[in-house]
Structures are given as C-alpha cells and as structure tokens.
C-alpha cells in the first residue's frame, strides 16, 4: 500500500502533514496593529519603496494583514484579520519552475528557501504561488543616513531583480540551533520567534516545532479549529489559522 | 596512353543533355567519368545516370542518437549530480525529462544533417573549380574526362545533339 | 529519344486551347508562366541591387527608432530595474511575455509555409517559402529579446545554460523556461539552417551575376556551390530531412511556451488545452503576418509582381481561414470547459475577461479573430486582392495581440487573493515594444537587399513540373512529381 502523506502523488517522497517549523496564527487575538508587518521590515532589511510605487502593488512586506469585511454602509461587519506570509509549503509549487534553482526545499529545517545570489528575476515563482506572499526588488531603493544604521548584519540586502520572501526568519533559527549545539542540547520551545511573533502584542502569533507533539504549536494545531489555506491545492502549508475558538 | 583531358559542355535543356549522355556513354566515357552540374536539381533517373549515394541520412542518425545522449545527460545527469528536491516533485521528473530528451534529440539530427551536407559537399570549398556561370542561368553542363585523341569526335557529336558550347574544363575561382 | 530538333518543353503546350485561355492561365498562375532562367535570374537580380533613397530613408527611420525605442529604452531598463515596466503584485509577468509568446507565434508561418507546404506538396508555397523563412529568424531574434528583457538580472542570464561552472549547480530542468530555453534554442538554430540550405543555390546564382563587394559576399556564402549531382543530392536529401523533422520541433516550441502557462496553478492558466490553442494561434497571427509581409514586399520591390501573384494570396487567404475555424475551436474549447466548471476564481477571471475595464479587448479579439475572417476570407475574389487580405492578416494580428495580452496581465490579475487584486499599466514595455517591431522590420528590410528573396531554383523547378493536359473540353492544370 502507498501511503499518500509518505509519498506523494507524483511519486515524489514528501513529508506528511507533520513538519519542522511552523506557524500557529490565532485570528479571534489578532487586532490588525501590523506590528508584525513592521518587526518583519526591520528583522530583515526590507526597503521602503516609497508611495507611489507602495500604491501600485510594490511594496515589499514579507507580511501582510489582509483584512476583509461583510455588507454594505452603514452594516458593514468587519471579519478577523488575516495575516499572510509564505506558507513555507511543503510541496511548494514556487519551488519547480525556478529555472535556476532559486528556491529550493531545504532538507534540514524543511522550509522553503530563497536564495537570493541565484535568482535571474524571472518571477516564475511568484506567479505559481498561490498565497501571493512574494516580493520582487522591482528598483534598488535607496536607505538615507540614517537608516542604513538600522540593518540587520545577520541578513543579506537585496539588490535589484531578486526574488524574496518570509523566511521563518531563518537567521534566528539557525542562531538558536549554533546556541544549542555549543550548549548541548536541543533547542527548547519558545526559546526564541520570529520577528513578528516576538513583536505581536496580543501574542497571536506562536512558533514552534510541528514534529515535537509538546510544542505549543503543536497543541494549538490540535485544538481543532485550525484551517490551511487553500490545503486542498496540495500545497502543504506549514501556517494554521484558528478562527472561532475556545 | 592517350593523356586525360576535361571537357565541359553546356545544353539548353533537360532532353539533349540526356541524349548527350547516352551518347557520350556510347563513345566510351564510363559513367564515373562524368559528372552534371545544373542550376535546378535533375534527378539521376531523367538523365540516365546512376543514382547518387549520400551519407546526410546516416549522419541525421547519428546526430540524433548523439542528441539523444545528450539529452539524457540533462535530463538524468543534472538531478544525479546536483540532488536538490523541489515542489514535492520526484528528484528524476518524467515529463520534463521527455521534453528535454525530444529537444536535444531533434536538435542533435537537424544540426548533423546540416553539417553533413557540408561534409558530403566538401563545403566550403574557395579553390578555383571547372565551372562556368551559365550553368545558374539554367544551362545544363556536362563535365566529363577523355582521352586528348577523342577530343574532336566526341566534340562534333554533342555539337550536333544541341550542346552550346564545348570547352576545356578550366579551373577558375568562382 | 529521337535527335531531331528538341521541344521546349518548358512552356505548357495545349493545342486545342484557345490562345486566350493561354494567356489567361499564364497571367494567373505563376507556374504556368514561365520564363528562361536567365531572365528570372535577372528579375531577382535587379530587385535585390536596386537600392533607392526611399530604402535609405527608411533604414534610416527604423534604425533610429530602433536605437532610441529599442536599445536606449533597454538600457535604461537595465539600470533602472524592472521599476520603470509596469509589472506588479499579482501581474509579475506583463508585457515582456505578451511580444515572447506574439513574435514566437509570428515566426511559425514561415515553417509551415516552408515545412508543411513542401511536405504536402502544395505547389503555390515556392515563390514566397524564403520571405516566409526570414520572418520565422527575425522573429525569433524579436522573442529572444524580449524574453531577457523581462529577467530581473538579466546579466546573470548565463546561469541557465548548463554549462560548466564553479557555483556548483546547474539549471533546473523541471521548470517550463528551461525547457523554453531548449526549444527556442533548437528552433532558433533549425529554421536558420532551414533558411539557409535551399539558399546556396540562390547564392551561387548571385555570385555568378555580381561584382565587387557582394560578390566577395556570395562567394563565402555559396560554400564554393556548383550544383553538381552530388551537391543536389545532399542538399535535397537535407531539406528532406529538415522539412519532416522541423514540423515537431515547431509544434512542440510553442506547446512548451504555453506551458509556460499551462503549469502554473493560476486560475485560466491552469488550463490542459493550452499546448494546441497556442499553436494554432501561433499559424493564425503568422500567416496573417505572412500576407502583409507578401504585400508589402509586392509593392516595394522590382518585379515582384511577378513572382507573387493574387492566386498566392487566394491560397494563403483559405488557409488563413481554415486556422481561423481552427483558432475558435480550440479557443470554445478552452473557454466552455472553463466557464461550465463553476470554479470560484476562474468565473471571477471570465467576468473579468468580459466586463472588466479591458472587457472591450475580449470582444474586439473575437470580430477580428474570427468574424472578420469569416466575414471576407469565404470569397475567392477577396481573397485574390492582396491588400484586403494583407488588411485582414493585419487585424488577426492585433486580435491575437489582444488575446496574449488578456491571457498574461490581465489574467494575472485575478487569483485566489483578492486582497492582491490589481490592474497592471504598461511602462517602458511600451516604447521597447515599437522598438522590437521597428528592430523586425529594419532586419527583413536589409535582408530583402542582401540575399535574393525569391527561391529562383525552385520557383523554375516547379515551372518545369507544370504542364496542361487536356480533359475532354476542358484544359486543367497538371503538377507532375519531379522527385
């Protein structure tokens, strides 16, 4: 018998729905304050694109609050905010039409990675994503004094014509991981997040690893009224949204 | 022994030329000796001459199995030297690899059919070569080699089935 | 084979035909009109070295709008990133992909015309086989450009040849653009060497008949070409070969560019049908190119007129039509599955299609797609007038402009994230678009001056093969087979 979490339909080995890393987002805690949006820009040296070019559809944000409402004026009903940033899918479909092999499944953390020193720009990848989480450095933008004091070392700059996107924030997992290794030991849940969910007031947003059933993650994901986004295209996302909840 | 010369005479049209060469064939000038140079291919059958052997074909085959390995080179080599997963996808896709084996395979037998004309040809070839421009024009020639002492006979012969002009083959830069 | 006085057989004899019907025939049908070769020689001869200030004039206004339009506008571009072109969240792809898709679509005419005529033996395609072949080259040159000017870096396009390297990888060969840089590659250098083979014959011919500087250039280019048997053999035999084996690799270009669409998960992109819709709107868009190319090149050059004829416009203006019949299949096909399935995003994208702000451009595509030639392409005595047919090439060809343009930006609009909704303005794709069109143009002008565009060899070939025989009263037109 082939088990279809094992292997996929195409025949490929793909992991099931359990992975490393993942994201637990609680939309009923969610207030729409953006301070992800804002602790993402600077964790990883997203430029400002300016307003014209932020009102054509170019601003960079890893993430974004996509917030929607029901009815006309005056009854107009709002529905919880959605924060969205690369789902890190386990069968991504950014991932094949690279031509240059820019984005790629990473085997050890399970994420999906961009590598920015291969990417030509073609935008394949952001044309087959579904979620529509990627962003193209459409100029080089320029960072006056003394904004450049404020980059991040731990993250490459983007030039022009590079692909990138949410990383899970790599860096920090790649730093607790050194951390834990000189130390010894694995590395504990909650020890450290990603920019946003540090940043997040209302603690909306959890960390963690989906394969350690211990993890808060993994007990949210549990909980039951957890949704994944488009899941029934195949994706395999890593990022839970629970709506309606306890 | 009577010194070989190089005759080249020119025809109008397709059916004197093909009367000349049975004549010629009659006057002792085996089919080896001749050769017809044309400004429109004429088949070998409408002259009567033997059929001409070309290696385009066998060489459009080689170039499509070497094509072939190529292809497969990509298609199965890449993943095995660089193994990086992508999109849920097997490491050894099966549809891509078909469209990159197609593609290598049609471009190795259109490039070896190619080059193998020049092979076949001896092209390009600049040395001077018995021609002469009238042959563009539409003008059937007959280049043939005889002895220097049938020269006169078998001149006077293709004069009367038509030929235009019957002169040393010179070799001169075209 | 007697040896009295030889007949010309070259001319049609018919004794029982009138002497009107004669000169009839022999006005209508190139084929039946023949005439010595050195006279044809001679026709082609002049029209390539006639050179007037109307032609300087003209390379003069192409190249500089290619210098400014083209390559200034592509500098710039280049310095500048992808900023300055109007591509955005959800519309990555604009423009840039629409002329890819348009000109690889335009350079299929000339294989067909010069594959699959030859292949089917359709006689009318020998006087116009090399304009058709030239336009497949340029055209290719044109989607070749504007496939780099679409890449972010398009100075590190080098890393998508597999080529020996020290960065430790190589392409990916699951994605659709490389298999995209495979076909085109293979096609750009097929329909090259598809050009050139039957033109060293012409070649030679010109060097025969020059002097000065072009003969030095028909001397290197005729490879030393004599025509002898062997020589003929080899080169029928190729261009044996090329015309069976070039017919699938042009298929299967245009089926892996419109699988550039076909696999992405995109609502309407997504879309099995893909593979044969393009490649027919690839003939449709060509051959239209085709006629205006061939009425162009009939009015602007010396004794053209005599080479191509209205019944050369009569044949290509059916089969414009049967490609059209063909192009609205296919086109139904995709859009009834579509429309009957009742996914979400894809009726979103159809209402989108039809009454969205560019709605106008959906039904303008369907007039001059199919009403328009159905409307006029039924007729033999319109399809005989070269210009109304070359009027008609014209609007297929911005029909199926409108059509590439729907499929990339203005379907890119719509996915599955409404938030990301938005409408896609071109920039500088729009001068880089006139300068690729003026570059296509400047290139065939300057060609049609440096090589002989009428193939001579084999419009006297098919001459040689043409004869009328009488049937019962009435004299009908006979092809004999020659190989």
């Known amino acids: 018998m082939i088990d279809l979490n094992q292997v996929g339909a195409k025949g490929a080995l793909v992991e099931g729905a359990e992975g490393k890393w993942g994201i637990v987002i609680d939309q009923d805690l969610c207030t729409g304050c953006q301070a992800c949006v804002a602790a993402c820009a600077m964790e990883n040296n997203i430029p400002f694109v300016g307003e014209e070019d932020a009102g054509y559809g170019r601003s960079m944000h890893w993430m974004r609050i996509e917030r929607f409402w029901e009815g006309e004026y005056p009854e107009v009903k709002m529905t919880p905010f959605q924060p969205t940033m690369c789902q890190q899918c386990g069968s991504a479909p950014c991932e094949p039409v690279c031509p240059a092999f820019a984005t790629v499944h990473s085997a050890a953390e399970q994420l999906n990675l961009q590598v920015y020193n291969r990417c030509v720009g073609t935008r394949y990848c952001a044309n087959n ?7 193209f450095n459409w100029r080089d933008y320029e960072r006056p004094a003394p904004l450049d004091n404020q980059l991040n070392p731990d993250v490459t700059v983007r030039r022009k014509g590079v692909m990138e996107k949410c990383t899970f924030c790599i860096q920090r997992i790649h730093r607790a991981q050194d951390q834990a290794k000189s130390e010894g030991r694995e590395v504990r849940d909650g020890e450290f997040a990603p920019a946003c969910a540090q940043a997040c007031p209302a603690e909306a947003i959890t960390f963690g690893r989906l ?36 | 022994m009577a010194e070989n010369i190089s005759l080249l005479a020119i025809f109008p049209d397709l059916g004197p030329a093909s ?22 291919p004429v088949t070998e059958a409408m002259l009567g001459r033997p059929r001409q052997w070309t290696n385009v074909p066998r060489l459009a085959m080689g170039g499509a199995a070497v094509g072939f390995l190529g292809g497969a080179f990509l298609a199965f080599g890449t993943p095995s030297l660089y193994n990086v997963y992508v999109g849920g996808q097997p490491l050894i896709p099966g549809p891509p690899s078909v469209v990159v084996i197609f593609e290598l395979t049609m471009l190795g037998m259109l490039i070896s059919t190619f080059l193998g004309v020049f092979l076949d040809s001896y092209f390009p070839s600049y040395r001077p070569m018995e021609y002469v421009a009238e042959i563009s024009d539409g003008k059937i020639g007959i280049l043939f080699s005889c002895p220097e002492k049938s020269r006169d006979r078998i001149s006077k012969a293709l004069a009367n089935l038509g030929a235009e002009k019957i002169e040393t083959a010179e070799a001169q830069q075209l | 084979m007697s040896g009295t006085k030889h007949q010309d057989n070259r001319r049609p004899q018919s004794p029982h035909a009138t002497d009107h019907e004669m000169e009839h025939l022999r006005q209508q049908h190139l084929m039946l009109d023949p005439k010595p070769r050195g006279e044809l020689n001679a026709m082609v001869m002049e029209s390539m070295q006639t050179v007037t200030w109307k032609f300087w004039l003209t390379v003069a206004l192409l190249g500089a709008v290619v210098l400014v339009a083209l390559f200034g506008a592509w500098g710039y571009l280049i310095a500048e990133g992808l900023g300055v072109a109007g591509v955005n969240r959800p519309s990555y792809w604009g423009i840039f992909l629409v002329n890819t898709v348009f000109w690889i679509g335009i350079s299929h005419a000339g294989t067909f015309i010069s594959a ?68 085109i590659t293979t096609y750009l250098l097929a329909s090259t060497m598809y050009l050139f083979l039957p033109l060293i014959p012409d070649l030679a011919m010109a060097r ?73 709107g690839a003939l449709h868009s060509g051959m239209g190119a085709v006629v205006i190319v061939l009425a162009v090149v009939r009015a602007t050059m010396k004794h053209m007129q005599y080479f191509i004829r209205a019944e050369h416009f009569d044949a290509i203006g059916k089969l414009m039509l049967i490609i059209s019949m063909g192009w609205a299949y296919f086109f ?43 409307a006029v392409l039924w007729n033999k005595k319109w399809r005989s007038n070269p210009w109304l047919v070359a009027v008609v090439g014209l609007l297929i060809n911005v029909g199926m402009y409108f059509e590439r343009y729907i499929i990339v930006p203005i379907s890119l609009t719509i996915n599955r994230m409404p938030f990301t909704w938005r409408l896609y303005q071109p920039g500088i794709e729009v001068p880089l678009s006139i300068g690729t069109l003026a570059f296509f143009i400047l290139l065939y002008v300057v060609a049609s001056k440096l090589i002989p565009i009428i193939p001579v060899w084999e419009v006297q070939e098919g001459q040689m093969a043409h004869s009328l025989k009488k049937f019962g009263r009435e004299t009908v037109v006979t092809v004999s087979e020659l190989e």
Not at chain 3, 162 to 171: F, Y
Not at chain 3, 359 to 367: D, E, N, R, S, Y
């Open chain 1, 129 to 135: 994503c579904p979620y529509q989480v990627r962003s």
């Open chain 3, 116 to 183: 699959i005529l030859r292949v089917f033996k359709a006689e009318f395609r020998r006087p116009f086989t090399r304009a058709a072949e030239l336009m497949t080259s340029f055209g290719l040159v044109q989607a070749g450009m504007s496939i780099f000017m679409h890449m972010g870096r398009v100075w590190l396009s080098y890393w998508l040849f597999p080529i020996p390297n020290q960065r430790g990888i190589w392409p990916n060969f699951h994605s659709p653009l490389s298999w995209d840089l495979l076909a």
């Open chain 2, 19 to 40: 009367e000349a060469i049975e004549q010629l064939r009659a006057l002792g000038v085996g089919d080896e000796a001749m050769n017809v140079i044309s400004g429109i």
């Open chain 1, 211 to 246: 394969d350690d059933p211990e993890s808060l993650v993994s007990q949210l994901v549990r909980r039951g009224n957890g949704v994944r986004l488009f899941e029934d295209l195949g994706t395999q996302p890593r990022v839970t949204y629970l709506k309606g909840g306890a």
């Open chain 3, 208 to 280: 025969d008949r020059s002097t000065g500087w072009r003969k030095n250039f028909y001397k290197i280019l005729a490879l030393g070409f004599r025509g002898t048997e062997g020589e003929w053999t080899h080169l029928r035999t190729a261009l044996n070969i090329f015309a069976f084996a070039i017919i699938p690799v042009m298929f299967s270009v245009h089926t892996i560019v419109s699988w550039d669409f076909a696999a992405a998960m995109r609502p309407g992109w997504n879309s099995t049908i893909f593979g044969p819709y393009f490649v027919i």
């Open chain 3, 332 to 374: 139904f096909n995709d859009y009834m599955v579509q429309w009957y399935g009742g996914d979400k995003y894809t009726d979103y994208l159809l209402h989108w299609h039809e009454a969205g702000p560019l709605g106008w451009m959906w039904f303008a595509m369907l007039v001059v797609n199919i009403v328009i030639p159905w």
